[in-house]
């Protein structure tokens, strides 16, 4: 039978169910951190997502979304607690679609068809942004950070994270993101 | 009568030909019976054939996208299966469609990572769409174990930490197989007690004698 995947209209309310490592904590806030370097408008356009699949009981305002991504251990400011399985799948099904809407941009950063200056272009515009923002709210301090703001070292895995969006894009994505961010620590 | 289902992306289009399954009960529009699908690439040979040849496309390049989503990239996709996927040796993925057809050498389509994140996408769209009845065994996405995560990491790396240990053991143990025994020291006679002190005088000091 074709994988049953529930519909995004459907969000999930239940809070039981496996809760995200830390490792997953770190990747799920660092792909939504991704979109926001895509997207100029990328923490609106979040909220606007979250209304839309009809997470606004869980994140009521900006702020409490804003709250629910600061357990990354990776941020400046860290939340101690972690995120309500409830609260992880709206937040991997938000990334899912925000990355669903951003496919084309990541599909032109992957792509190989383009001529390479073009395409140098792009990720340069994207790692320019991607640093900004990681400057801006991650504890550069941390090894994690430091190594993925390296402008040489960093590549592979800031091309991962552009990859591992492109592959969770749409709805069919939601069950590889999660079972991704689920895995064992390795 | 014949529904046509189609499934656009920018490198790829997945079209795929049957009819609803009257005995189930299916609605007219449904495919529970596929009667031909294909797989035109922008560029490339158009991809044609069965329902095990769309199964065995499904089955091998929905579990590599898994893998690589978790940075482990593997071959998924044995001798029996008429497709196989894998990472190409020069970059990007190698896909091989072995032919049924006696004497017909494999086909191989390299692709980009575009490419892939294409074809993964039609192949999501065909198996969420609510027409599409055909049953169609695929694992469910399951998180990967430690064991199948190790292969992301370099063997150099991986093997680095026990092999510095092992060193490290070895050098110490050397280093304290040079050092000389120490000798053990003569044998000492008892500690005479002398308690001489009247009783209600303040006690004294022990005092021990030597020979």
């Known amino acids: 039978m074709p994988q049953a995947t529930d519909s995004p209209s459907s969000p999930p309310t239940s809070n039981q169910g496996p809760r995200l490592s830390r490792r997953g904590l770190e990747r799920l806030d660092l792909l939504l951190l991704v979109v926001e370097a895509l997207d100029l408008n990328g923490g609106e356009a979040m909220l606007w997502m979250s209304e839309q699949l009809g997470f606004t009981a869980l994140f009521p305002n900006r702020v409490e979304l804003w709250k629910r991504r600061c357990t990354n251990p990776l941020r400046r400011t860290t939340r101690r607690d972690s995120l309500a399985p409830a609260e992880s799948e709206a937040l991997i099904r938000i990334l899912c679609a925000m990355a669903d809407r951003l496919y084309p941009l990541l599909r032109a950063l992957l792509s190989t068809a383009e001529p390479p200056e073009v395409t140098q272009q792009r990720w340069d515009l994207f790692q320019a942004r991607l640093a900004e923002l990681m400057r801006e709210r991650m504890n550069p301090r941390r090894g994690a950070v430091h190594n993925l703001l390296d402008p040489e070292s960093g590549f592979a895995q800031r091309r991962q994270l552009i990859q591992t969006l492109a592959l969770a894009s749409g709805e069919g994505g939601v069950d590889r993101l999660r079972a991704s961010l689920l895995d064992a620590a390795a | ?211």
């Open chain 2, 1 to 211: 009568m014949k529904t046509t289902l189609r499934f656009d992306q920018i490198s790829c289009r997945l079209q795929v030909e049957g009819l609803p399954d009257a005995s189930a009960g299916q609605a007219s529009d449904a495919v529970g019976i596929l009667t031909g699908w294909t797989l035109q690439w922008a560029g490339r040979p158009e991809l044609e054939g069965r329902k095990e040849h769309l199964e065995a496309l499904m089955t091998v390049v929905l579990p590599y996208a898994r893998h690589l989503i978790s940075g482990v990239t593997r071959r998924f996709g044995e001798e029996p299966l008429p497709v196989e996927i894998g990472p190409h040796p020069e970059g990007g993925h190698a896909l091989l469609l072995r032919s049924s057809q006696p004497g017909t050498p494999p086909l191989q389509v390299r692709l980009d990572d575009a490419e892939l994140a294409d074809l993964v996408r039609v192949l999501d769209q065909l198996r969420t769409d609510a027409r599409f009845k055909l049953p169609i065994a695929l694992p469910a996405a399951q998180p990967l174990r430690g064991r199948e995560l190790e292969q992301r990491t370099p063997l150099i790396q991986r093997v680095a930490a026990p092999v510095g240990g092992a060193l490290a053991l070895a050098l110490v143990a050397g280093v304290g197989l040079l050092l000389p025994v120490p000798r053990p020291l003569p044998q000492q006679e008892p500690a005479v007690r002398s308690t001489t002190a009247a009783p209600g005088a303040p006690a004294k000091p022990e005092a021990t004698t030597r020979p």
